[in-house]
């Protein structure tokens, strides 16, 4: 059995799940049981831990985001790395400028469109890259430390699932 609501498809066992989830807001639900808080919990605990691994580095994560980021593709332009990164552009905007000045990135016109800046990592950006990999390599590996290959994959798949619905 389905039925439509705001022009959805929506079968019983949909409409099911979404009165639990309603139900998990109400008074007296331990916050504990609610997804958004958890992901809130896991995303900021993550941040505070590997914030304080990066500080002997002198690493701030909005650096490491960027040269992770462009050590996956080079070459993007501050508006990808703003999207990608779910960082507001002005605020990139500032990390590229301090990343510019201690030449770990540098910023060159689009070949294809000279109005769009793409973002380069300079040879120094990739070993301060390949420098602190090692530690984020450490923290992933704490992470998912008891979690088999399959249930990786299954979480993976199911966060992708919440990000697409995010904006829906």
């Not at 639990?20 to 008074?27: I, K, V």
């Not at 790395?81 to 201690?102: F, G, K, N, T, W």
Request: hydrophobic letters at 35%; proline letters at 4%; aromatic letters at 6%.
């Amino acid at each position: 059995m389905s039925a439509n609501i705001k022009g959805q498809t929506v079968t019983a066992s949909q409409q099911s799940f979404k009165d639990e989830a309603q139900e998990q807001l109400r008074p007296g639900v331990p916050l504990e049981d609610y997804l958004p808080y958890q992901l809130f919990r896991i995303v900021n605990r993550l941040t505070l831990n590997l914030r304080e691994n990066f500080r002997p580095m002198k690493i701030t994560l909005s650096r490491w985001r960027v040269l992770s980021t462009l050590t996956a593709r080079d070459g993007r332009s501050i508006g990808q790395l703003a999207d990608y990164m779910v960082m507001e552009q002005p605020a990139l905007s500032r990390v590229i400028d301090q990343m510019e000045r201690d030449r770990l990135v540098v910023r060159r016109l689009a070949s294809d469109d000279n109005r769009v800046v793409r973002v380069y990592l300079t040879t120094a950006g990739r070993h301060k890259f390949e420098e602190i990999r090692p530690l984020e390599i450490r923290h992933y590996k704490n992470v998912i430390d008891g979690i088999g290959q399959e249930e990786l994959e299954q979480l993976s798949g199911l966060l992708q699932k919440v990000w697409e619905n995010i904006d829906r």
